[in-house]
């Protein structure tokens, strides 16, 4: 691994513990190239392993990345079965390197239909492969949606407290928290947004009320390394207050 070059000078109290990135602009990095649509989904899977790379290398301990939404589902059908057969394809071709890179790998989305259920078993299979190791969660949010979460968390809430549910119930955010897809999931402290759109698009609703938000104009594709360094050393600048006192340090939260 390469000496980190051209870094700001992170402390342990001002390195993200838990980044997310909303991996946009696929399709216009093709375009701008005359290649199909989906040459830019697999330009982007070296963009990804260069993220886990850098992430493991400056100390951000989870990666969480956007790899189908539930609203995707809504794009052209050809598109759709690309992604399901590359998503299968990427699995089986990467799983033994990030095992050997340490990286704890999970899903989290509605895990059914219509998810082929051999991409299902094969997300299984890679959670269980992976599942000791601890330098770097990665998560990827497969047929993801923040609002379908919090609804699948609350349903789970409601199906478990039926007997004690009431007007006067009291549950507090660690209660219904404990029905998301990871309970585990600690707090988005920087999400990412490449490409150049500056929206959520419905992703981590509940984990990132509080996150420092970075969007850059560069295309997931095209996205490595010190683009990754460049956005951490933006948070780094940010002053993190938490709805509290107006000069709290980047290290305090509530």
Do not use: K
Request: with cysteine; hydrophobic share 40%.
């Amino acid at each position: 691994m390469d000496e980190v070059t051209n870094l700001p000078d992170f402390g342990n109290s001002s390195m993200p513990a838990h980044v997310a990135i909303i991996m946009d602009g696929n399709g216009r990095w093709a375009n701008l190239r005359g290649l199909r649509r989906n040459a830019g989904h697999e330009a982007g899977e070296q963009a990804l392993l260069t993220a886990v790379e850098t992430a493991l290398e400056v100390g951000v301990s989870h990666l969480t990345v956007y790899a189908f939404s539930t609203e995707n589902w809504r794009r052209p059908a050809d598109e759709v079965e690309f992604l399901m057969g590359f998503n299968e394809s990427l699995l089986l071709r990467r799983v033994d390197e990030l095992d050997a890179q340490d990286v704890n790998v999970r899903f989290i989305g509605r895990r059914c239909a219509p998810v082929p259920e051999r991409l299902i078993d094969l997300m299984h299979d890679s959670e269980r492969r992976t599942a000791d190791n601890s330098s770097l969660t990665l998560r990827v949010a497969f047929n993801y949606g923040g609002r379908a979460e919090i609804v699948d968390a609350a349903l789970a809430w409601a199906a478990s407290h039926s007997e004690t549910a009431g007007a006067d119930r009291h549950i507090d955010d660690a209660e219904f928290a404990a029905g998301m897809y990871d309970p585990s999931m600690p707090d988005v402290d920087l999400l990412i947004r490449t490409s150049g759109e500056m929206r959520l698009s419905n992703f981590l609703l509940w984990q990132a009320a509080y996150a420092e938000l970075v969007f850059t104009e560069t295309l997931w594709p095209d996205f490595d390394r010190d683009e990754f360094l460049r956005c951490l050393g933006e948070y780094q600048q940010r002053a993190r207050r938490f709805g509290d006192a107006r000069d709290a340090p980047i290290t305090d939260q509530a």
